[in-house]
């Protein structure tokens, strides 16, 4: 076998099936702490597929490769932001985008501190958003991917991770 | 007391304001507060005068805030200034990386003003 190969994926880490508890828990820790405020856990009772017009995303490079996302409405976008700045009226409409990309990079942070493996052997990219109407999220080919469904007040808010195969 | 001149330095304007927020929610009484977006930012700010405390992100466009950090240490006049890596950084190599080339210590975002406070108001009593 590769020698290169076989180090390489020795040294992978792969999602197993506490993922989803481990993402549903970083996520709402950044919440409380950060946008001070609790996010309820909707996933299973709810249907359908990440939705809004509003993505940021981080990406995941070296013992998990991948991208962690987290999609929400655009009005969703500027009450977080509103909240992490602690605003009593309108946001400016440049904070939303950079509000939303700390929350995905903290969250990825949060996320990969919390498996032994990760914390040291895994880079965050600097983030980025997406914005627009009717846009899909296609996942990586043969990659898996998790995804949670959280609820910010009466709305939703969709992280997930879709990692490299 | 005097007022401690502080910089701010992560290419998130929006955690720039936080980082501020939780100082002052800390009850630290700030001077004049200098933000920077990068490294290369934060070492034109240095230049122009001395701050008494520098709070900078790690992971940064441009100049990340190891770079920063390992410059700031060559300019004489800003050798002694404390640092605090403010970070996502989860790698704890790289928060070593950065104490070992000179900071005083680090915060994890997320934070609250009291993690804030713990981290840098010692640094600070000097200027009581």
Known sequence: MNSALDSKNQNTVRPDEFWGALLDCATKEVFQLMVQTELTTLTGTIEGTPAGDTTAMVGLAGALCGVLSIRCDARTAESIA??????????????????????????????????????????????????????????IADGEQIVVCLGYETREIWIAIAVHP | MKRPRVLIVDDSSVMRKIVERSLRQAGIDLGEVVEAGNGIEALAAVREGPFDVILSDINMPAMDGIEFLRQLMTIDAAKGTPVIMVTTEGSESRVVEALSIGAKGYIRKPFTSDQIKERVAPLLEVLR
Not at chain 1, 93 to 110: K, R, S, T
């Open chain 1, 82 to 139: 509103g909240r992490m700045l602690g605003s009593v009226g309108a946001v400016n409409p440049d904070e939303v985008p950079d509000a939303l990309a700390e929350i995905c990079n903290m969250v990825a942070g949060n996320f990969k501190s919390k498996i032994t493996r990760l914390a040291d052997n895994c880079m965050l990219s600097v983030p980025m958003v997406i914005r627009g109407e009717d846009y899909e999220m296609v996942a």
